[in-house]
């Protein structure tokens, strides 16, 4: 190294004059203490040294109240944060699309999603759905392996939704489907002896659900012929 080499000062950026001037939210107000900082308002009222070149390069532009604004805006605007039907719509939105969720598996994690309109806004989501019926009703596909949408999408109580499951045996007669519990209501045949004729006897549909109640004796010998 050379002897009459010499240390070299560092060199400090130019001040500008930044008084009265307006970044986003900062309006300038003075000259901070600290070289290279300027004391700036916030349109909040908060007050805070802002570093010059934070400022000038756009990094800068308000204190954080316009992100916490946001956000709240964002949870409370609807004024449903805490209802039932927010609570449908973020579980909804989580089963779909959390793989951590406990009921993923038989949502996402099986192709179910939720529509583009729902998954990101819950005021769209109430406006398609209305509010819930009752306490007791809760959202139901109508289409099992269908999505999360407005065509598909109703509120159901729990026995309208296990008479939609994908366990249950759906009928198709006279132009009209219904599980074969719904059909035991519209025809006024039990339940358990609609089964029996057609998952034990092996009755075609028609006869199964347009044959009156059989005397036991009828019954005996059918079973035995």
Not at 196 to 218: C, H, I, K, M, N
Request: glycine share 8%.
């Amino acid at each position: 190294m050379s002897s009459d080499s010499t240390t070299q000062k560092p060199t400090w950026p130019t001040m500008q004059d930044l008084k009265d001037r307006r970044f986003g939210r900062w309006t300038v107000i003075g000259k901070d203490a600290r070289r290279l900082y300027w004391l700036c308002r916030c349109d909040c009222g908060t007050i805070r040294p802002v570093l010059q070149k934070t400022l000038s390069g756009g990094n800068s532009t308000g204190c954080g109240c316009q992100r916490r604004e946001t956000m709240l805006r964002v949870h409370s605007r609807h004024g449903k944060c805490r209802t039932d039907e927010y609570n449908v719509w973020s579980h909804m939105i989580n089963r779909c699309g959390n793989p951590k969720d406990a009921a993923y598996h038989n949502y996402g994690g099986r192709g179910i999603t939720v529509c583009e309109r729902w998954r990101n806004c819950f005021e769209a989501f109430l406006e398609d759905m209305g509010l819930k019926p009752s306490s007791s009703h809760s959202i139901d596909r109508i289409n099992n392996d269908g999505d999360y949408e407005p065509s598909n999408c109703r509120w159901a109580t729990r026995d309208e939704q296990q008479n939609n499951t994908r366990r249950n045996l759906r009928i198709t007669f006279n132009g009209e489907t219904h599980t074969l519990k719904q059909w035991s209501k519209i025809v006024g045949i039990p339940y358990p002896a609609l089964l029996a004729r057609v998952q034990r006897f092996g009755w075609s549909y028609d006869e199964a659900l347009t044959t009156p109640l059989l005397s036991l004796s009828e019954a005996s010998h059918f079973k035995h012929r």
